[in-house]
């Protein structure tokens, strides 16, 4: 019996010590980069319990405005101090008296610190290119000034951007075959989730130093610089945007008070974005959740009067646009008397300045009666209904889209709306069903400003390396199907000027603007409402100047009472800007 329990106890003392083993030879040897349902990277960890670091560049792939400026950070040069420094006799008055500091403010930072840090910290004082040789030539170790990049407490055009996070389990589904740290930070929205893949981190650039377990200096005082030392990498992504214009279409937007809303401007030589600005901004407390992360200029709204636009092309096409002939503008689109908007009769010219909803209702019930699809043939060839953001094959990738989740338009969404003449008569003053994105009613007014010519909007004009070489760059592109006749877009052209041209067209206040605007406004019926009142959505899409075209812009303003809102004074006020803009760079 004695035996029999010494053979089991060792048994168990053997079968104890191979789980032990193999417990060991598990986290040493085979899940050191992914131990337990964690993933946790036990190199890394074990380094760390050992080493204190200041990242100087995470580095991510960054954003550039057209001109190479950084969007989403900034290089800031600043004075970085490790903490063991305050064990040491270091020359503290010379360092304080080169940054014009009271030397006993170094002393307390220093003091404080349990991790090495720049100067300053959230707001870090910015340095001299002679400050930072002045100090580098002290040679004093753990102190030193290096160019550290930052992130933007405001970054310009945040929702086109997008943002980034940590998600160990999106990472891992996104890049199977990679290997990266769970700590890797991945794009989940905007630019950010599109060009993701580009933007992936080939390693941090930081200084490290090694500690022991009380955190003094376990190797001396010398401070490594590591780096992953790739020419190629990390790329920066240069956008369309104008970083200037961006933040003063950002400033003008807050102004004038858009709580939903914004504006899109694109340039029409090459149809790209010059700003893009999106509200509600994001929650910066929270900035993952709530209706800020939304980019509304790629979602469908209701355009209301800015749709007529796309009645008028039909209408000419179908020779409806007779000079001669006069529409009564004393009635509503259902025969009743128009008490508000009651401007008699009125010619085609003037229906159109003028936004008279029974001319363009009439217009559209006789295109649907020639041919159903007429309405939506035409939206389609002024790209209202499709994406109009840049997509093509890149690389691997044979659909990649620019503008990640860009809505389509619409005009009808059942076959018996299509057929529905009453239906045809409110789709023919934008209302009903019809819907478009901001983005693509600025690529409509672009396409007619250019005489037809149709085009995918770029945000994006190319992928460059570290080293300055391109990588891959996004060419114009023509959008694919139909497009209006040269003679179409020229009539258009009148018509829209004539909206600002004519005393009382509906675009009249823009007529003593330094550049000449054509455009369409819209005040669309949302059918939502608040504290009683119908609440609207207000635009107004043109283009400028009228004679030889260079800016689209679209302002719109959502979810607003009829009485308040409107995107006027913001119009005019971009307009005004980018007039200074273009004499100030002359």
Not at 261 to 289: F, H
């Amino acid at each position: 019996m004695w035996r029999k329990r010494t053979k089991g106890l060792l048994v168990l003392i053997i079968v104890g010590l191979l789980l032990l083993v193999a417990r060991l030879v598990q986290i040493q040897l085979v899940q050191t980069e992914a131990f337990s349902k964690h993933h946790v990277n036990l190199l890394e960890d074990s380094v760390k319990q050992r080493t204190q670091e200041l990242v100087i560049d995470n580095g991510r792939g960054n954003f550039l405005d057209r001109n190479g400026s950084l969007l989403t950070h900034k290089k800031v040069s600043v004075l970085v101090l490790f903490p063991f420094v305050k064990n040491m006799d270091w020359d503290v008055s010379k360092v304080a008296s080169i940054i014009g500091i009271p030397e006993q403010n170094l002393i307390n930072a220093v003091e404080a610190a349990k991790k090495p840090f720049a100067y300053g910290d959230h707001e870090p004082l910015e340095l001299t290119s002679s400050q930072m040789k002045r100090i580098n030539e002290l040679e004093i170790p753990g102190v030193f000034a290096i160019d550290k990049k930052f992130e933007r407490a405001n970054t310009p055009a945040e929702q086109l951007i997008g943002l980034t996070g940590q998600n160990p389990e999106e990472l891992t589904k996104r890049y199977p075959d990679k290997k990266l740290s769970d700590k890797t930070l991945i794009g989940v929205s905007g630019l950010e989730e599109s060009f993701d893949e580009f933007l992936l981190p080939e390693g941090d650039s930081k200084l490290v130093y090694h500690v022991d377990g009380d955190g003094a200096p376990l190797f001396g005082i010398n401070v490594k610089y590591v780096d992953p030392a790739n020419p190629f990498y990390p790329v920066n992504v240069r956008t369309t945007l104008d970083k200037n214009l961006q933040q003063k279409a950002e400033e003008l937007v807050d102004k004038h008070k858009i709580k939903k809303g914004g504006l899109v401007l694109l340039d029409i030589e090459d149809n790209s974005v010059l700003a893009m600005v999106s509200r509600p901004a994001i929650n910066k407390d929270d900035p993952y959740n709530g209706s800020g992360v939304t980019n509304r200029m790629l979602k469908q709204e209701i355009m209301g009067s800015v749709f007529k636009t796309v009645v008028a092309a039909a209408a000419i096409d179908q020779n409806l646009d007779d000079p001669t002939r006069f529409f009564d503008c004393s009635k509503k689109i259902n025969g009743e008397p128009e008490v508000k908007y009651n401007y008699g009769m009125l010619s085609f010219s003037e229906s159109f300045a003028r936004s008279c909803n029974s001319a363009f209702g009439e217009l559209a019930k006789e295109l649907q009666k020639k041919d159903q699809n007429l309405l939506e043939e035409y939206a389609e060839k002024l790209s209202l209904t499709g994406t109009v953001g840049w997509q093509g094959e890149v690389y691997h990738t044979s659909h990649f889209k620019q503008f990640i989740g860009e809505d389509k338009g619409r005009v009808f969404l059942s076959e018996e709306a299509r057929k529905d003449p009453n239906f045809a008569a409110m789709s023919g003053i934008g209302q009903h069903e019809v819907r478009s994105t901001p983005l693509a009613v600025a690529n409509m007014m672009a396409t007619i400003a250019r005489g037809g010519k149709k085009e995918m909007v770029r945000t994006v004009s190319k992928i460059e390396y570290k080293n300055g070489t391109t990588m891959i760059e996004f060419d114009k592109k023509k959008l694919s199907g139909d497009t209006i006749s040269s003679y179409a877009a020229m009539k258009l052209q009148k018509l829209l000027r004539e909206v600002v041209a004519n005393p009382n067209g509906t675009g009249r206040w823009f007529q003593d603007l330094p550049y000449e605007v054509a455009g369409k406004s819209g005040t669309a019926e949302t059918g939502k409402y608040e504290n009683g009142s119908q609440l609207h959505n207000k635009w107004f899409a043109g283009y400028f100047p009228y004679q030889n075209p260079k800016y689209a812009l679209v302002a719109v303003n959502l979810d607003v009472t009829d009485s308040e809102g409107g995107v006027n004074l913001l119009y005019a006020d971009m307009v005004k800007m980018l007039y200074d803009f273009d004499n100030q760079n002359q």
